[in-house]
C-alpha cells in the first residue's frame, strides 16, 4: 500500500501546481523519480532498479513525442516517467493510455464549456492536413506556447490514469 499512496501524493502535487501555475515544477518530478528508483533499489535489488529505470525510460518515450510536437508541456512529460520510475513499466504503459483518454474527454468538456468544439476539429483537420503536406512536426500558430484555445492542466488526467491504473493492478 505504500507504493500506490506516494504515487496518489506525487499524483496530487503535481495537479495542484499545474491548476495553479500551470507548470509542474522540476523538483517534484525529479526528486520523485530519484526516490522511487532508490526505493526499488533498497526494497527488490537490481531487478527493482531495472524495473523502476525501465518503468521511467517508457514513461518518458511514450510523451516525448506529443513534447516534441509542440502539445504537452515537458513536466507532463517528467511526471509520467517519475510515476514510472515507481510503477514499472506495465503500469506506466496503462497509466499513459488511461491518462490519454481521461485527456481527451476532459478535453471534450472543456472544448464544449467554452464553445471551442467547432474550432478544436477545424484546428485539428489543419494539423493532419499540414502533416499530410511537410510531415509531421509542430504546426506554427497551433503549440502550447501560441494557441490561445482553452488548456487542460494535463496532471489532472494523469492522475485519473494512475487512479485507474493502480485500481485495476
Not at 18 to 44: C, E, W
Not at 85 to 92: D, Q, Y
Not at 148 to 162: H, Q, Y
Amino acid at each position: 500500500m505504500l507504493v500506490p499512496s506516494i504515487v496518489i501524493g506525487i499524483g496530487l502535487s503535481a495537479c495542484v501546481f499545474d491548476v495553479r501555475a500551470r507548470r509542474i515544477p522540476n523538483a517534484l518530478t525529479i526528486s520523485a523519480a530519484v526516490a522511487g528508483l532508490l526505493y526499488h533499489a533498497a526494497s527488490s535489488g537490481v531487478p527493482g532498479v531495472q524495473s523502476a529505470a525501465a518503468g521511467w525510460i517508457l514513461g518518458l518515450l511514450l510523451l516525448l513525442p506529443y513534447f516534441a510536437l509542440g502539445g504537452m508541456g515537458g513536466g507532463d512529460v517528467k511526471l509520467v516517467a517519475a510515476l514510472g520510475a515507481w510503477l514499472g513499466p506495465w503500469e506506466t504503459f496503462w497509466l499513459a493510455l488511461y491518462a490519454g483518454i481521461a485527456g481527451g474527454a476532459i478535453g471534450l468538456v472543456v472544448a464544449l464549456a467554452h464553445r471551442y468544439l467547432g474550432q478544436a476539429m477545424r484546428n485539428i483537420s489543419t494539423i493532419f492536413r499540414y502533416w499530410a503536406t511537410v510531415g509531421v512536426q509542430a504546426v506554427p500558430g497551433m503549440t502550447l506556447e501560441t494557441s490561445t484555445s482553452p488548456r487542460v492542466a494535463f496532471a489532472i488526467p494523469i492522475l485519473a490514469g494512475t487512479m485507474v491504473t493502480l485500481w485495476l493492478k
